[in-house]
């Protein structure tokens, strides 16, 4: 249904696109308000511009999508088990997610904002995490040694998510 086809400036509110595949689909400047993503497959699909809202991402691979011109971001989201890996996600913003258990492994995050976002189980191997702000982050745990971290923002207690790999107890 959605195959192959381009997609402009539109709004889709309340759909339900489970198991849904958006085979070389191209979708530019568009708005997924409420809308379950739940094993949807978005091989060789282009977004652009592309804002999800208040939407459930369960099981995507975002690695399968055309990575020229990659652009979205993430608003109120529930993202569990996506794979983000190997992706040029710059500048991207999270605002208030749940990302569980996500793969970013060898992703450029350089710049990305996770704002308000508990990130439970995602897994950062090889990430580029340059000028990233986990500022209002929770629940990450990221080993600094396996991850590029220049001028990336933490605060107080999340932080403690860079010792995770030294099995330490913490007294705050």
């Excluded at 400036?9 to 993503?37: A, H, M, P, R, V």
């Excluded at 999508?65 to 990659?70: A, D, I, V």
């Excluded at 991207?92 to 710049?111: A, G, H, M, N, R």
């Amino acid at each position: 249904m959605y195959n192959s086809k381009v997609f402009e400036s539109i709004s889709f509110k309340n759909k339900d696109f489970t198991k849904e595949s958006f085979l070389e689909t191209t979708f530019i400047n568009c708005l997924f308000i409420n809308c379950n993503f739940s094993n949807s497959d978005f091989l060789g699909s282009s977004l652009q511009g592309v804002v999800f809202k208040d939407c459930k991402i369960l099981g995507i691979d975002f690695s399968r999508c055309k990575q020229l011109l990659l652009d979205f971001s993430f608003i109120n989201s529930k993202i569990s088990m996506a794979i983000f890996s190997g992706l040029n996600l710059k500048n991207v913003k999270f605002d208030t997610c749940e990302i569980f258990d996500c793969d970013f492994v060898q992703t450029d995050l350089s710049k990305v904002i996770f704002k308000n976002s508990d990130l439970r189980g995602s897994y950062f191997k090889n990430a580029n995490l340059s000028f990233t702000s986990f500022n209002s982050a929770f629940n990450y745990s990221i080993d600094p040694n396996q991850n590029k971290l220049k001028a990336t923002k933490f605060s107080i207690p999340a932080v403690v998510g860079l010792l995770d790999k030294y099995d330490l107890e913490i007294e705050i």
